[in-house]
């Protein structure tokens, strides 16, 4: 088991509906980092949150982090065709290590 | 990512073959990491090195070595490649904790 948990596994929606991805654990981290992938590329950051009930919005995506900064959520408004991808939450822990949940694959259909 | 760069990008091993995978980075971040990727299962950690001269084990070090000669190189060594190690490899690179990850192209292994 990872030890941070992503969901849904998958997600395929319309143009223009709103989603959540999620990404829970059991330990606290000191800051929580969400990436996008791309099919044959590596992760690149979208947003990192460090404090807990951080909000942060980029565009039309919302970012939170748990109080207890042990989860967070991705929220899209009005999701488009370029929001496709894997969606990754990784959770920095002591020591510098970083870990990464499973991933959500999001696919917008047009 | 220009900033770090893994060779080779594709790579075929027979099963007991060994292999090292190269990584190196011209962003002067203290952290390195090696991650593998697998259908479903994100990125899992093999192994990481916060600073020079020291390596930790992640979430999936066996069957893996690592060295961290350099501030700039971090390689990943198979001594008997398996079937089930067959994955992307990727290599990444950090400065403080809560700064962004960079990551490399990637390394495409296939164990037969």
């Known amino acids: 088991t990872q030890l941070l948990e992503q969901s849904p596994q998958f997600l395929s929606i319309q143009e223009g509906e709103n989603l959540t991805v999620y990404c829970n654990s059991s330990?606290?981290?000191?800051?929580l980092q969400w990436y996008r992938q791309e099919p044959g590329e590596g992760p690149v950051l979208l947003v990192t949150v460090v404090t807990g009930g951080e909000v942060k919005k980029l565009k039309r995506l919302t970012f939170q982090f748990g109080d207890a900064r042990k989860d967070s959520s991705l929220h899209i408004t009005a999701a488009q065709p370029g929001d496709t991808g894997l969606y990754l939450c990784a959770g920095a822990l002591g020591g510098n290590k970083l870990v990464f949940g499973a991933g959500t694959i999001l696919r917008v259909k047009s | 990512n220009a900033g770090v760069t893994q060779t080779p990008k594709f790579q075929v091993l027979k099963t007991g073959q060994s292999m090292t995978l190269q990584c190196a980075q011209d962003?002067?971040?203290?952290?390195m990491y090696w991650y593998r990727q697998d259908p479903g299962m994100g990125l899992r950690l093999i192994y990481y090195s916060a600073s020079e001269g020291t390596t930790d084990k992640g979430e999936v070090p066996n069957g893996y070595n690592v060295s961290r000669l350099n501030k700039r190189e971090f390689s990943l060594r198979l001594e008997s490649a398996a079937p089930s190690q067959t994955s992307v490899y990727f290599c990444?690179?950090?400065?403080?904790?809560?700064?962004?990850?960079?990551f490399g192209q990637g390394t495409r292994l296939t164990v037969v």
């Open positions: 330990s606290v981290f000191s800051s």
């Open positions: 990444a690179l950090r400065g403080k904790s809560s700064t962004e990850a960079f």
């Open positions: 962003m002067n971040h203290n952290s």
